[in-house]
């Protein structure tokens, strides 16, 4: 096994035979969650990038040798997906039982059935850019769809 296959299957959660991409979400959100012990969400958004980036080019590469566009074991898109729409969900631990979970659920269903702009990219744009487009696209809007929910939660619940 490459250390390619290791990265783009974010530790080989992507080759599970149900939901790779639900089972590859739920590793991120876990190991994005341990991280935000050690470092500040702003810190794990530019982990999100760099990831984003390095991953852009990998997956290039590894379709080229697959011979197949954004194979289902290739989950390292929905790590950066993850860990964007964890840094900008206002996360804290007050809330973290509540809005973790949230991120997710909303995470999964962006990504998904894509609306919007996410399905255009997923459908038009090519190579390791539009398997990891799509995906940091949905992990904004699942951010977004989080902080705005916990707003609501926090002023009429809580």
């Not at 080229?64 to 631990?93: F, P, Q, R, T, Y």
Request: aromatic share 12%; hydrophobic share 55%.
């Amino acid at each position: 096994m490459s250390f390619r296959r290791f990265f783009l299957t974010v530790g080989f959660s992507g080759l599970s035979p149900k939901a790779p991409g639900t089972v590859g979400s739920f590793v991120a959100l876990i190991l994005g969650l341990f991280l935000l012990e050690f470092v500040h969400t702003s810190t794990l958004f530019l982990l999100a990038l760099l990831v984003t980036v390095i991953a852009t080019k990998q997956i290039d590469i590894y379709e080229k040798e697959l011979g197949i566009h954004d194979s289902s074991e290739i989950v390292i898109d929905e790590l950066a997906g993850m860990w964007i729409a964890l840094s900008i969900c206002g996360l804290n631990s007050e809330n973290i039982f509540i809005t973790a979970p949230l991120a997710f659920i909303f995470f999964r269903l962006f990504d998904i059935y894509k609306p919007s702009i996410i399905g255009r990219i997923d459908r038009d744009v090519k190579g390791g850019l539009g398997v990891m487009g799509d995906d940091v696209v949905a992990g904004i809007f699942a951010g977004i769809c989080t902080a705005g929910s916990w707003q609501l939660i926090e002023k009429f619940f809580l």
